[in-house]
């Protein structure tokens, strides 16, 4: 049995206002190749397959467009789970239409054993014949397994939180052998499992900011290898290494773009013995941190070149005391030189202070908000930020303070029409 392990696409991400659909796409192209080239049979997805909860039919017509070409790819079958960034009957919503392409989804299950049954799918081989288990368990909130925090210390909650994953794994793991004896037994999770690494993002689930990760004991000893998502780095779990995250496969943030993304490849044997390699997602967009004066960023901008598929992402650091109020208009007109379809985007621009600040800057300085004037606030705010209180910027702050409620949502009108 050969299984691609791969989880947290987060389908519809924006960042910023750029979206991040052509590196889908990207990712997509390439994992089809490998499905065909490995000879899967069969590709785990372990939660979080959109970013929010009503993912937009573009998202949506992405993630089904894939599904339907996996069956080209000779892949037996695709066992999909929720994770907590997916709403678990959205996903379930086309379960009958999917099973008919062999994608088995499993959005959420609750608190009783008939619910966690929906988590027990066979795997074929592309011989036809069932040669593995699958105890597909997505994100489960704590209280559906009658987990409740309030009324317990923290000790307490520990012990309710192992005893309540390791009674589900192991019930899973008994209905497996009783129904398919004598095959090998795979898992899934969405969970933050063993201790939290602060470099990971995200990890906050399961109360980990208090408790840690779950355990890796409430995995049955009966379960070989568990199929992780959530955290978005790639690694083992444990000394046993039987459960792995297989992390992004795309980079959504500047400390996940220095490290190498993957899925991972998940063999076993004919003895029930598994080995995990890790498959190597080309990248397709670089996320590229650029620090310096203003007129520094201007150049690098103007001479920056790349060779990944797709534009890079900015994110500009101005080192200036006081920052230019047209330093984002500056910036986005260096850019325009390129063409549209190969235009580096800007995402994020903040300032650094190039000099230390004195004591007196420091001093805080208590006045009453009463007596201040909104254009008073206004510009309180922009020195404290390093922002230059010119004549533009305050002019148009004032007579946005000027005007009544109606005048100001017909301004809003008028903007929304295309007029500026």
Known sequence: MRIIHSSDWHLGMLHGAVSRAADHDHFFEWLLAQLTEQAADTLLVAGDVFDSMQPSADALRRYYRFLVRV??????????VGGNHDSASRLEAPAEVLAALDVHVVGGVGGSEASWASCLVPLRGRGGDIEAVCLAVPY?????????????????????????FTALYAWLADEAERRWPGLPIVATGHLTMGAANPEDY?????????LDGLPESILDPRIRYAALGHIHRSYPVGDARRAWYSGSPIAFSLPEARRQRRVLQVDIDGDGEVTVAPLLVPGGRDLLELRGTPEALDAALRGLTWTSPLPPLLFCRVVADVLPSDMSTRLHEVLAVFPDDARPVVVELRQERASVPTGA????????????????????????????EDDLLMGAFAQLASVGEDDFQAMLAAAAGGER
Do not use: W, Y
């Open 71 to 80: 069956a080209g790819t000779g892949v037996k079958q695709v066992v999909v």
């Open 140 to 164: 489960v909130h704590e209280f559906r397994l009658g987990v409740r925090t309030s009324s317990l210390d923290l000790a307490d909650v520990r012990e309710s939180f192992r005893e309540r």
């Open 202 to 210: 995200p990890h906050e689930i399961h109360q980990v900011g208090t």
């Open 361 to 388: 800057e420091l001093e805080p300085t208590e006045v009453e908000l009463d007596a201040l004037s909104p254009v008073e606030v206004f510009a309180t705010l922009c020195r404290s930020r390093g922002q230059v």
